[in-house]
């Protein structure tokens, strides 16, 4: 799956979470959420430090950031999800994140392969394609 079919995938399924979601899916899904952040980060700390905005329009530059950062936040739990099942995990195990050792083991499963073949969530990602 290339960036641009990971991108329209993870917002058709937008709160699916259910299925399955291959490495390539969620990896340029993430990549996608991150760059957008990052650039909306950067337009707004532009616009803070060459306008004089005021307190109005700071407010409003937060209300959209915050919009921005929401609208992506759902959908990249569900990829996240969909990943876990892709490594026959459950979406409960996103939980275990609260912890240091658990970001650490999540993003293990992350980068590990997932099952080959049909398994309980549903049929492989990879094999449709």
């Known amino acids: ?13 937008y709160i699916n979470f259910s299925g399955r979601a291959s490495r390539s899916e ?13 650039l909306c980060g950067g337009i707004a700390d532009s616009l803070l430090s060459h306008y004089s ?10 209300l959209v950031l915050t919009s921005i950062f ?25 939980l275990i994140k609260i912890t240091i050792i ?9 980068c590990n392969k997932g099952t080959t073949g049909r398994n309980r969530f549903g049929a492989d990602p990879l094999a449709r394609a």
């Open 53 to 62: 905005l005021e307190e109005l329009d700071r407010v409003k530059l937060d």
């Open 26 to 38: 969620f990896w340029f899904f993430i990549l996608f959420c991150n760059l957008v952040l990052i």
């Open 102 to 110: 658990g970001i650490i083991w999540v993003l293990f499963w992350y």
């Open 1 to 13: 799956m290339n960036f641009f079919e990971a991108v329209v995938s993870g917002f058709r399924n």
């Open 70 to 94: 929401f609208a992506l936040l759902v959908p990249a739990i569900a990829i996240s999800v969909r990943r876990l099942h892709d490594v026959d995990r459950t979406g409960w195990w996103l």
